[in-house]
């Protein structure tokens, strides 16, 4: 266990709509970062977040957007979904701005329909 | 654009066997190159890691090779068990910045 939880741990929904995922990073870590998980992309990095401010952006598409609050957990709003949006999405966490080593979480499955 | 190629995309192999995966990266940048273990419905875990300057390192039975000139580095499983079928991802680093993955390499060693 990495001491990352993410829920829900499964998510179908319907194209158009709109979901948030939620992370909690291992305890006194202040990274978050998001990545998704398809078949024909591989592990991809979405973004990044430190103590609450936006650090790093990858091939994030522009519906989706997250947050980082006091607390250091974080939300990923997936909105105007596609079909193609169905796949794993991943949190890490580790302690610090540039840590080497990242935990991850167990994952939210999501299926668009 | 793919900066860190991965092969082979799977193998299998007998309990006791060697299990290579190689990698290769493109971006001299990178500093930091990490080997990650995923199982399935489990997120990726960190299995062992190697910087640019060593060009072997060895935890257990998991050897990482790495050949700077070349830009490439591979994973080598030594007495493969059963236990350890499960998809591999070499990844790239920079600075502490965030992770490239390889595509993956979905290993199945059979009994």
């Not at chain 1, 291992?26 to 998704?36: E, M």
């Not at chain 2, 995966?21 to 080997?35: G, K, L, M, S, V």
């Amino acid at each position: 266990d990495s001491g990352v939880t993410q829920t829900p741990k499964h998510l179908i929904t319907a194209t158009g709509q709109r979901v948030t995922l939620r992370c909690s990073p291992r305890s006194g870590d202040l990274s978050v970062y998001w990545y998704q998980q398809s078949l024909d992309q591989g592990l991809q990095f979405l973004i990044q977040y430190y103590n609450g401010e936006e650090r790093a952006k990858g091939n994030i598409l522009e519906r989706f957007s997250a947050q980082q609050f006091p607390d250091l957990h974080s939300e990923l709003n997936l909105s105007s979904l596609e079909l193609g949006d169905s796949a794993l999405y991943f949190c890490a966490s580790s302690p610090t701005l540039h840590a080497e080593t990242q935990y991850f979480g167990p994952g939210t499955r999501l299926l668009v329909l | 654009q793919q900066q860190v190629k991965q092969s082979p995309q799977s193998l299998i192999v007998q309990k006791g066997g060697i299990s290579i995966i190689n990698c290769a990266y493109e971006n001299t940048a990178f500093d930091y190159f990490p080997w990650y273990q995923q199982f399935p419905g489990k997120g990726p875990a960190l299995l062992i890691a190697i910087r640019p300057d060593v060009s072997e390192k060895k935890e257990g039975r998991f050897t990482i090779s790495f050949n700077k000139s070349a830009k490439q580095f591979s994973l080598h499983i030594m007495d493969s068990q059963p236990g350890d079928s499960a998809t591999y991802f070499c990844a790239a680093q920079a600075a502490g910045n965030k992770l490239t993955f390889g595509g993956g390499t979905r290993v199945l060693v059979k009994p």
